[in-house]
């Protein structure tokens, strides 16, 4: 039983993955109309201990290298403990760097487990959407309000 309790964990893991929508044949026009600043990652599987480690180190590392980011969560059908633990370090850690995030495709039992976990302090629950559509638009106005106050704090130094 504790046998087959481990391989099924270590298959669910192998099923968990983050990427990049970038080279996605069939995310590529949307994509490349995106502007500068602004990118877009997948979580696909379930956010649990034995893939959260594998998350955590992908989203820290792409998270960097943008401004605002969309993660698109529709493939992610629960989130653990440690799952959540690791998210919200990395929420943290692109919080620190100001790199805004926004959820899209959140699924009702994962959003309850993120309120419950009060993501809040790292991420505006506006800012967590039902899906893509109402993401996309919201991710742009926020990159549109960081350029906004990056120009206007130049302006005046």
């Known amino acids: 039983m504790v046998l087959a309790a481990m ?15 970038e080279n996605d044949k069939d995310f ?21 201990f034995g893939a959260a480690n594998k998350y955590k180190e992908v989203l820290k590392e792409v998270g960097i290298r943008s401004k605002v980011i969309i993660l698109r969560m529709r493939n992610v059908p629960f989130i653990d403990a440690t799952g959540m633990h690791n998210f919200k370090e990395v929420l943290k850690t692109l919080h620190n760097y100001k790199v805004e995030v926004v959820l899209s495709g959140v699924r009702p039992g994962v959003y309850d487990s993120l ?5 809040e ?11 893509y559509e109402i993401a996309r638009p919201k991710a742009i106005d926020i990159l549109d309000d960081i350029r906004k106050e990056k120009k206007s704090g130049q302006h005046f130094q």
């Open 7 to 21: 391989l099924f964990m270590q298959r669910m893991a192998k099923l968990g993955e983050v990427y990049s929508l």
């Open 28 to 48: 590529i026009d949307d994509y490349a109309s995106l502007p500068d600043g602004l990118s877009i990652y997948e979580i696909n599987g379930p956010f649990f």
């Open 121 to 131: 302090q790292y991420i505006s629950l506006d800012q967590v959407c039902s899906d």
């Open 115 to 119: 309120v419950k976990a009060g993501i």
